[in-house]
Structures are given as C-alpha cells and as structure tokens.
C-alpha cells in the first residue's frame, strides 16, 4: 500500500513537471522569438526596419491591452471595446507574423517583392493607428471620471470642513449685545 502512494505520487510529481517542462520551452520560445526580433531590428536595410514595425505594433497592442484591463478591473463601462480588441489584436497577431516572414525572406534574398512591403507598412499604420485611438478614448475616459472623483472629494471635503466649524452659540451672542447695550448706556455718545 505505501509502495503504491508512492508510486502514484511520484506519477503526479512527473505529470506536473512535464506541464512545467513544457510551459517553459513555450516560454522560452517566445522570449527568444522576442530577443531575436529586437537583435534584428538593430540593423539596417528593409530587413530591420520590418523588425523595428513588429516592435512597434507589439508595443501597441501591449499598452492598449494593459489599458483595456485597467479600465475593466476599475470597473468603467466599456461596451464593446474589449471585443473589438480581441478582434484587434487577432489582426495584430497575423500582420506580426506576416511582417515576420517578410523580414526572414529579405534576410535571405534580394528578391522581395516591394509593393507587399508597401502594404504591410500600410496594415501596421493603421493597427497602430486604432490601438492609439482606443487608448485616447480611455485616456478621455479616465480623465472623466477622475475630473467627477475630485468634484466629489472636493463637495464632501467643503461638508466636513463645514461640519467642523465651530457654530456661535446663541447664548454667546445675547451676551456679547448686553454686554455692549451696557457699554453704550455708561458711554455717552460723543457729538
């Protein structure tokens, strides 16, 4: 019995460490694909300047990526947009690995046909150009609700404030009117 929980527990031990094994080299995959891409990109010629376009778009679905879920997290309505984002960064994945093939076949060969570059750089413009007017968006968003958050703050400040004002005691008041209804009595006007 205590030969057979150990032998399932080691079975269990090897069944994670291959999905570990394997998470890894996907990973490890990727990071090279990433650090390649940047090695790449540091060149010159039109090989480069592909690489330096995938940087470029994967930096723009990343920072509107990162906009999209902080303004899900904050809880902000935002309709359709994160589907459309998706729908987005799909596009984004496809002209990346375009771009990718382009740059691998001019690193290989003069013989590249031009007007598909045209075109690239044409898809990723306006990629780029929708993730910066989905961030604008959120930007303005942001700044909406940040502008009714200070408004607020401000009004609950000016309550408190108001709050800890001393109020004048009717009592003091009636006082200081006897007080000066005598002076006046004992003080005659000067004329």
């Not at 570990?20 to 990433?34: H, I």
């Not at 007007?115 to 150009?129: D, P, S």
Request: glycine fraction near 6%; charge should be neutral; charged fraction near 30%.
């Amino acid at each position: 019995m205590f030969i057979l929980v150990i032998l399932v527990l080691g079975g269990v031990a090897i069944f994670f460490m291959v999905k570990l094994g394997k998470k890894a080299a996907v990973k490890a995959r990727d990071t090279a694909t990433r650090l390649s891409a940047h090695v790449n990109s540091m060149g010159t010629g039109e090989a480069a300047e592909v690489e330096r376009l995938r940087l470029d778009l994967r930096r723009e679905v990343g920072l509107t990526r990162q906009g999209i879920e902080q303004a899900q997290r904050q809880g902000w309505g935002l309709g359709e947009l994160p589907e459309v984002f998706a729908e987005l960064a799909r596009q984004a994945d496809i002209q990346d690995t375009q771009l990718g093939m382009y740059a691998a076949q001019r690193r290989t060969s003069p013989y590249v046909d031009h007007v598909t570059l045209e075109r690239l750089r044409e898809h990723q413009a306006k990629l780029t150009a929708i993730c910066a007017r989905i961030r604008a968006d959120l930007m303005s968003a942001q700044m909406h609700h940040a502008t009714t958050g200070i408004d607020e703050l401000g009004t609950r400040t000016d309550l408190e404030l108001e709050a800890r004002r001393r109020t004048a005691d009717p009592l003091d008041e009636i006082d200081e009117l006897y007080r000066r209804a005598m002076q006046d009595k004992h003080d005659p006007p000067v004329t």
